[in-house]
């Protein structure tokens, strides 16, 4: 039998054993939790996810340094799980404060993902911690063009405005000498110098582009905030090639930050038709279903597919959660935020969500 099909054969039993494991785990206490999965790991020794999972047992027993060495493995084993790499970040930047490699995390989670708005709070949470404000906000508006609910980024904004403007705040351009807040502010609203034409019989034509040049170019227009020209180029991507699930996935983005919600329903579920085993296209439809028209059945029916096969996905586990909420099942919304804090025990907005869920209830039980 080839090398490969042993692997491949290892890897399935692995799976069909693990999960019978995490039977086991979930019903006893952290140490001997912990010894379960060390006891499989002496057994597939590269599976990421048991890695990622005794990491968090080793979190929450007070082992930071077995920790971080089981994330890093998880992360290693698997590059581009993104769960593994959002909690490695996460990590570095709640337990050890290594804001360096915290930030290189999660800017490689966004080259991956330019949508992904857990990284973009990440960012902007660690840059209005070591004092880069101007970038904290860019960041935290990027997640309100994507998701205008996000409640994190809305109250980080409101105290980024206080603070940028303070008559003596000094801001810094990208490889520019200081400015303060008001000559900030006139740079943004200075007319657009006018090109410089060279002269006709110099003119060349323009260069036929790849679809992936075009594609790169779109994404760079869409983060610096031309969405109109962003679009223009993608559906040119369309126009060329109807199968391309990824530029009907963006398209759909664009759209709902626009506001033009329609548009954005038809460009995320053509996506997902062409492309429905994709987990990020799932998402994305799910949560305009949600937050854009309020189908909250509808999103939630995505939510529970999609969680069904990925256990341990802290988005979908937190929108589970929300539409829960949002529908007045309170004991599954509580199950579902318990089962974020498990696997992410440092995770504020879960925890914040949870609190504020308790002292509903025993405020009903005063009255």
């Known amino acids: 039998m080839p090398d490969y099909a042993n692997k491949n054969l290892i890897a399935i039993e692995g799976a069909a054993t693990y999960e019978r494991i995490l039977e086991v785990v979930r019903e006893v206490e952290t140490d001997e939790a912990i010894h379960h999965l060390q006891d499989f790991l002496k057994i597939y020794p590269e599976f990421g996810q048991a890695h990622n999972d005794i990491a968090v047992l080793h979190y929450?027993?007070?082992?930071?340094?077995?920790?971080?060495?089981?994330?890093?493995?998880?992360?290693?084993?698997?590059p581009a799980n993104i769960l593994y790499r959002k909690n490695l970040a996460d990590?570095?930047?709640?337990?050890?404060?290594?804001?360096?490699?915290?930030?290189?995390?999660?800017?490689?989670?966004l080259k991956d993902n330019p949508f992904d708005v857990e990284a973009l709070n990440a960012l902007g949470?660690?840059?209005?911690?070591?004092?880069?404000?101007?970038?904290?906000?860019?960041?935290?508006?990027?997640?309100?063009?994507?998701?205008?609910?996000?409640?994190?980024?809305?109250?980080?904004?409101?105290?980024?405005?206080?603070?940028?403007?303070?008559?003596?705040?000094?801001?810094?351009?990208?490889?520019?000498s200081p400015i303060r807040s008001q000559e900030r502010l006139e740079v943004a609203s200075a007319p657009v110098s006018?090109?410089?034409?060279?002269?006709?019989?110099?003119?060349?034509?323009?260069?036929?582009?790849?679809?992936?040049?075009?594609?790169?170019?779109?994404?760079?227009?869409?983060?610096?905030?031309?969405?109109?020209?962003?679009?223009?180029?993608?559906?040119?991507?369309?126009?060329?090639n109807p199968d391309n699930a990824k530029v009907f996935n963006d398209l759909g983005v664009l759209y709902q930050q626009r506001g033009d919600l329609q548009c954005s329903r038809h460009y995320h579920e053509e996506a997902v038709r062409l492309k429905p085993a994709d987990v990020v296209f799932q998402k994305n439809l799910a949560d305009?279903?949600?937050?854009?028209?309020?189908?909250?059945?509808?999103?939630?029916?995505?939510?529970?597919?999609?969680q069904a096969k990925?256990?341990?996905?802290?988005?979908?586990?937190?929108?589970?959660?929300?539409?829960?909420?949002?529908?007045?099942?309170?004991?599954?919304?509580?199950?579902?935020?318990?089962?974020?804090?498990?696997?992410?025990?440092?995770?504020?907005?879960?925890?914040?969500?949870?609190?504020?869920?308790?002292?509903?209830?025993?405020?009903?039980?005063?009255?």
């Open 60 to 78: 929450q027993a007070g082992n930071p340094l077995k920790s971080l060495a089981h994330y890093e493995k998880a992360h290693k084993l698997e």
């Open 310 to 367: 990925s256990l341990q996905d802290i988005e979908i586990l937190k929108a589970i959660s929300y539409v829960c909420r949002q529908v007045g099942k309170a004991t599954e919304a509580k199950f579902f935020l318990e089962r974020v804090l498990a696997l992410q025990p440092w995770d504020r907005e879960a925890q914040e969500a949870l609190r504020m869920m308790e002292s509903a209830d025993r405020g009903v039980e005063l009255r």
């Open 91 to 109: 990590f570095y930047f709640v337990e050890l404060e290594w804001t360096g490699d915290a930030i290189h995390t999660y800017l490689d989670i």
């Open 194 to 240: 006018q090109p410089v034409f060279a002269p006709v019989s110099t003119i060349q034509p323009e260069p036929t582009r790849s679809p992936d040049e075009l594609y790169r170019e779109a994404i760079s227009l869409a983060e610096a905030d031309r969405p109109h020209e962003a679009i223009q180029l993608l559906e040119k991507l369309v126009a060329q």
């Open 288 to 306: 305009l279903l949600c937050v854009g028209f309020g189908e909250l059945e509808a999103a939630l029916q995505i939510y529970v597919r999609l």
């Open 125 to 176: 949470t660690i840059s209005l911690k070591i004092g880069r404000k101007e970038q904290a906000r860019q960041y935290f508006t990027r997640t309100l063009q994507l998701d205008g609910n996000n409640m994190e980024a809305r109250q980080a904004l409101e105290q980024l405005r206080a603070l940028l403007a303070a008559p003596f705040d000094t801001l810094r351009i990208s490889g520019g």
